[in-house]
């Protein structure tokens, strides 16, 4: 169909004007009746106006509630109600804080924003994938005696200054490397995973002095290890060789290795000499069999 906009009277010889028709997808997303209200800049947006708008929100998360959800509350219309669902049961509580909802990392919003300022560490569940890999990698790539069998994973979330760092070093000192994963054994003299997942402070404990510092402070205040190749970190391809090096308290039931990715100086040999050029990305909690 032809539209037309009357012009008043018109000579017989005068054509008439063309005018667009409202088209559906002109119309107002929610209601679908007016038109899309459209600013002085041109901008068109998908309602007619802020009761359309306020109509297709999401309602707030915490049951009973029919006020507006809000994405700086994760989802709940206000702070109290984020915290409310923690207290009921409903959310999972922020790891560091334990007051708002978990959303990124096992933290809440808030928390995710401030950054960390040490490292900490999450327990991966059974059925996430980064768990999956993770034993894979441990389970398949064991070439030594014995049967392994992985009771435990916690991803490691390190400063962000340290994820900074690493990177500004990979780009400007190795380029464009692959980045392989690797296996590096200390002595755990802590319960880590049994008591509690919390690194401790002792300074003989390896695998905890070694998250915290990201591979610039050892086990007895070590910066380093001493090797073929001379100081700086050795880490394994295969897993039971780091295994070698793995110790653990007489009051656990686990031994502890890191998982870490590298980047490699020289490809034929798992050394680096710099910590930035290797991060800790898992602790594995395991134990070995005949």
Same mark, same amino acid.
């Given at each position: 169909?032809?539209? =037309? ?70 989802? =709940? ?88 760092? %690493? ?47 990201? =591979?610039?402070? =050892? ?61 800790? %990305? ?9």
């Amino acid at each position: 169909m032809t539209w =037309f906009k009357s012009l008043g009277h018109q000579s017989s010889r005068s054509q008439p004007q063309l005018q667009s028709p409202t088209t559906r997808q002109d119309l107002c997303e929610t209601c679908g009746k007016r038109p899309k209200f459209v600013e002085k800049d041109g901008t068109v947006h998908p309602y007619c106006g802020r009761t359309c708008a306020k109509a297709q929100q999401p309602t707030c998360k915490l049951p009973g509630c029919k006020e507006s959800g809000r994405s700086a509350f994760s989802g =709940f219309c206000s702070p109290r109600h984020a915290r409310s669902a923690v207290q009921i049961g409903q959310s999972t509580p922020c790891h560091r804080c334990g007051k708002h909802p978990q959303v990124i990392g096992g933290l809440c919003l808030q928390c995710n924003n401030q950054g960390d300022s040490e490292s900490r560490l999450r327990e991966l569940k059974p059925r996430d994938p980064k768990l999956i890999s993770s034993v894979a990698s441990v389970v398949q790539g064991w070439k030594g005696v014995g049967v392994v069998e992985v009771h435990k994973v916690y991803e490691i979330f390190l400063p962000k200054d340290v994820y900074a760092a %690493r990177e500004v070093y990979r780009w400007d000192t190795l380029g464009d490397t692959n980045q392989i994963r690797t296996f590096y054994g200390a002595q755990c003299i802590c319960d880590l995973g049994v008591t509690n997942n919390s690194l401790c402070n002792w300074k003989s404990c390896g695998i905890c002095s070694i998250i915290k510092s990201s =591979f610039t402070a =050892f086990e007895f205040g070590a910066t380093s290890n001493s090797g073929r190749y001379g100081e700086g970190i050795y880490s394994y391809f295969d897993p039971s060789m780091a295994d070698r090096f793995a110790t653990s308290s007489v009051s656990s039931p686990y031994r502890a290795m890191l998982a870490c990715d590298v980047n490699l100086e020289d490809e034929d040999r798992m050394f680096v000499s710099s910590a930035r050029a290797i991060i800790p %990305r898992f602790v594995i909690l395991y134990t070995k069999g005949a």
